[in-house]
């Protein structure tokens, strides 16, 4: 490499490293004079980096965003972390997948052969949770909108489709009026945190449930979650403690298995040691015919703590599977049947 072009890049790897570089100190770093790093700087400029100069007694120079994307510059750890972010992209939910094998295949083809080869060996394979209907992807261009409230500070209107339903159906949305205050990631799918105007309280809304208006409405003075962490409050949503209605059934119960058998098969739950060999265990879930099965996963003895509706499902389960099993058959037609 000329010994120009490997200045160029050291001095372009020096000022991304830091927010602003003396024109002496760069020098020095650089064993150059400061008219050499001046035309170094230019050159710079010409091949689309933005890069601007401060005065003072300790003037030089600062990197900033530009307006459109020069070529990058990544270090060995850096292009490892790219590669395996744009492959793992399509199971974060933001829809984007397509566009990262895209940016991957542009990424990889100004690799070094040596970066590339370790990019190549590392072979991941994003695969989404199974068992459950496929989660649907939020639009890029909605996350972009919303980010884009939330940093201005602006009243968000946006039609907002109910529970249960998707883009397809025929159920008109709701206009709902939020002050945004956070985008979030849980469990594969995007959320929006914000202040509901009209219902005076914390809300959280599926993005990909969101179709924003424009234009946004007035800035207001942000307010502080409950707690002061985002990332609390949004697992207790989901969670169901000191949320109310985010779990609609939420039961207790005691397993005849010890906490650390059981916690580690628990997301969204509380598991206390509760003796040797059993724990309690309070979980929430959408019905409660849901909550008795996910509990019964567990294939041990089952004390129902409460609620009364728990322990009619259990019942009905029970029921339901002695059906399934052939059971109920039999008793029905009774011991002289064919």
Not at 54 to 75: I, S, T
């Amino acid at each position: 490499m000329p010994k120009t072009s490997a200045r160029l890049l050291a001095l372009l790897s020096l000022l991304q490293a830091r927010r602003d570089w003396p024109g002496q100190l760069l020098a020095e770093r650089l064993e150059v004079s400061p008219r050499t790093v001046r035309r170094d700087v230019d050159r710079l400029r010409e091949l689309g980096y933005p890069i601007a100069a401060f005065k003072g007694p300790d003037g030089g120079y600062r990197l900033d965003a530009g307006a459109r994307l020069p070529p990058l510059l990544f270090d060995d750890e850096q292009a490892v972390a790219l590669a395996v972010a744009l492959r793992t992209a399509t199971a974060t939910g933001a829809g984007i997948g397509e566009a990262a094998a895209r940016a991957l295949t542009t990424v990889r083809q100004v690799m070094p052969a040596r970066l590339r080869h370790r990019v190549d060996a590392l072979n991941v394979t994003a695969v989404e949770r199974t068992g459950g209907p496929p989660r649907p992807q939020a639009d890029p261009r909605v996350l972009l909108a919303l980010s884009d409230a939330v940093r201005a500070q602006e009243v968000l209107r946006f039609g907002y489709l109910p529970a249960y339903t998707t883009a397809t159906d025929d159920v008109p949305p709701v206009v709902r009026r939020v002050e945004p205050h956070r985008l979030v990631t849980w469990g594969g799918r995007w959320y929006l945190v914000a202040w509901d105007l009209d219902r005076a309280d914390w809300r959280t809304f599926r993005a990909d449930r969101i179709a924003p208006r424009t234009p946004t409405g007035p800035r207001f003075t942000a307010r502080e979650v409950p707690g002061g962490d985002v990332a609390a409050f949004v697992a207790a949503r989901f969670q169901g403690f000191d949320a109310p209605g985010a779990w609609p059934c939420r039961g207790e119960v005691i397993l005849d298995a010890p906490a650390s058998a059981v916690a580690g098969h628990v997301r969204d739950g509380i598991v206390e040691g509760h003796g040797p060999d059993r724990c309690r265990v309070v979980l929430g879930a959408w019905s409660w015919a849901g909550l008795a099965a996910d509990l019964g996963r567990f294939d041990v003895d089952i004390e129902v703590v409460g609620p009364d509706e728990l322990r009619d499902a259990f019942a009905d389960l029970a029921r339901r599977f002695a059906v399934a099993a052939g059971r109920g058959h039999r008793d029905s037609t009774g011991p002289d049947a064919p």
